[in-house]
């Protein structure tokens, strides 16, 4: 009922936004909620467009509410003489509801952001997707380049099913099916239908025989029952057109919903890396100890390339070190698991993990080892560290870390999960399901956060979709980009693996909006792209806005052109943390243009004016003005033009205390806008 009210009242906004030169508008503005309320926004779609264009056209209506009242518009324009009887049934629809969206809570998510390419789109409604993995092929000849995919898929009812290898020739542009690999034991009940967690893996140098290039595929295969887990090992040696079963190589139970008790012996989540030895190292989480541990993370090692391992299937000691454990809490009940690892420019390794179980949220950890995993941290029971940003979030769920060579000396370590959380009172942020979280120090010291590249959405699973499930995080080979992958509920049969790119959080950035929004978040308005162009058009007293970047950016430069459409205001926001739904919801700056004025003031729960210029003639909607902001300390310059009809404007300030670092974005307040041409630069640039 609360979704439904908010809808309908955000509609009702809208309609009264495209209608604002009639005396129907004048009366449903005073309905609006207090600016301090969050703009309403759902995760589901409710009309194409805010404001519709010319007299009788209307946005595709998604819900019964939304249609009547479209229609209510279209009968105002064309039967001028009911529009009292109108104006009264629309108006005590707003105060019925009204009253209801109030109660909007301050963490109303941020949306926004495209929502990716399909990678793979199952051919069938029997088809269970999550947990996609992805590599860039680096050592193998002609074929470097070439990007290879693979994800969790199941057949419900019991059905056999494949993993599926795609591969993109074009750097993620589009995909084709490369191989299939089915389950590779036989006997009775064999092919089984669950495929879990798979991983690709290149050999990045030559082992055991198998020259550099070769390529593993290791996944947990259960039966319908899910009675069992097997680590199942695959083989490509021609880049993965085929694929030879090498061996079941570890043997678990079953999770701790089919065990008798309810408790877990299965093994999940395999990782495979390789030390500077030769050494494939196998990381997964392991249950079958779990008198002592409800979960750990462990590994075994080969030397052999994959041909057989330190430990036996059952896990017990085959030839040294056997299974040696990593993450293995003293409380029995925590659950470490989802081990993903990176290596350091400085040879170092860090690993993720999340930490589940009594007092914890699944929260991500991450922990460093020194000597290519054999000792990680201070020994077993070191959980590691919490990942915290500076601004409260942290990631909970299934996260996966990797390194990128570009962002500064270190290059910069970028961690994403299913999950964003507040650290104060573990309420979902905003960014729930859209954080990328960002280091630049090895690990150490603090964590910033960007958007995602896409947003694949996150209500959670359906019958044949987990959305979000373990995200893959792949860097471009320069590291300015970033390739965000996962399954998504969308598609003729519900769901599909979903991938996209943009910008890795570095600089310099630039946004042209000629490929959608990839990378930007909003909070509150209705947002869309057209013609190299950004536009807000549903106005209101919210201070919608829309960030990109990272918020450990600290001294850069930015500039673009602003255009207010309606209302009074708009412009840019530079150096933003803890950004909320709401007018002044965000610790930072903000720039804008009025009809007389350039302004600039600092945000953060309230708004404090710090410098203001006269624009010389004034400012009419519907015209560019082109703003260029650069922070270097404390010290901001402000420089706007209207493109040389009349004189420019400049002006300086300094903010004692300032805020030292944050995100870029666009704002606008009591009005509609629409932005083009946004860059950001190293200051002096």
Known sequence: MLLSARRTIASLLSLCHSLRSHRLCHRCKSLRID????????????????????????????????????????????????????????????????????????GTPALGNVSGNALYSPSSSNEALAYNRMIRLQHSGRANGRLLASFERSGLGGAPSRYVIRQSTNDGQTW?????????ETGEGHPWNTLFQPFLFEFPRATGGLPAGTLLLVGNVLPPGRSTTHFEEWRSTDHGATWNHVETFQIGG?????????????IWEPFLIMNSRGEIECYFSDERQNKEHSQKLVHIVSADGGRTWSA????????????????????????????????????????????CGTNHFCEAHVKTSKDEGRTWGSGPADLGTEVVTDDGRYLGSSPFI????????????????????????????????????????????????????????????????????????????????????????????????????????????????????????????????ASDTYVETCGGDGGNKALAGSTGWTNYTISGDVMI?????????FRATDPRVGADAFNGYYVGVSSTRLILGRENGSWTLLSQAAIPGGLAHDRWYHLTIRAVGCRFTITGSDGGETAPIAFSHTDAGCFTHGAIGVRDQSGTAAWRNVTVTHPGR
Request: glycine share 12%.
């Open 176 to 184: 084709s099916t490369l191989a299939t690999v089915s389950d590779g």
């Open 35 to 106: 600016r301090r309320t969050p703009p309403i926004r759902s995760a589901e779609p409710t009309v194409e467009s805010c404001r519709w264009p010319g007299t009788v056209g209307l946005s595709k209506p998604r819900f019964p509410h939304i249609r009547r009242i479209e229609k209510w518009s279209l009968a105002v324009r064309q039967h001028f003489w009911m529009k009292s009887m109108i104006r009264r049934a629309v108006c005590l629809l707003g105060a019925v509801v009204a009253a209801v969206a109030v109660l909007a809570l301050p």
């Open 565 to 573: 459409t309606s209302g009074t205001q708009a412009g840019f926001v």
């Open 312 to 355: 036996n299937a059952d896990g017990s000691t085959r030839v040294s070190p056997g299974e040696v454990e990593d993450v293995a809490s003293p409380t029995r009940s925590d659950r470490p698991g989802m081990v993903t690892i990176a290596v350091l420019p400085n040879g170092d390794w860090i690993m993720s993990f999340e930490l």
């Open 402 to 529: 990797t390194w990128s060579p570009s962002g500064g000396a270190n290059g910069e370590l970028l961690l994403t999960g299913m999950r964003t959380r507040f650290a104060s009172g573990n309420g979902f942020s905003p960014e729930d399901h859209q954080a990328v979280f960002v280091n630049s120090d090895n690990g150490t010291g603090t964590w910033s956060w960007m958007p995602a590249p896409i947003n694949v959405g996150g209500a959670g699973p359906t019958a044949n979709c987990y959305q979000n499930y373990s995200p893959d995080l792949l860097p471009s080979s320069s590291g300015r980009m970033l390739r965000y992958t996962a399954a998504r509920a969308a598609g003729t049969y519900g769901c599909e693996e979903s991938t996209g790119e943009a910008n890795a959080g570095v600089l310099p950035y630039a946004s042209d909006f000629g490929a959608g929004d990839a990378g930007w978040l909003n909070y509150g308005g209705c947002w869309t792209t």
């Open 254 to 266: 079953a999770s701790a919903k089919f065990e008798p008790g309810g408790v877990g012996a299965g």
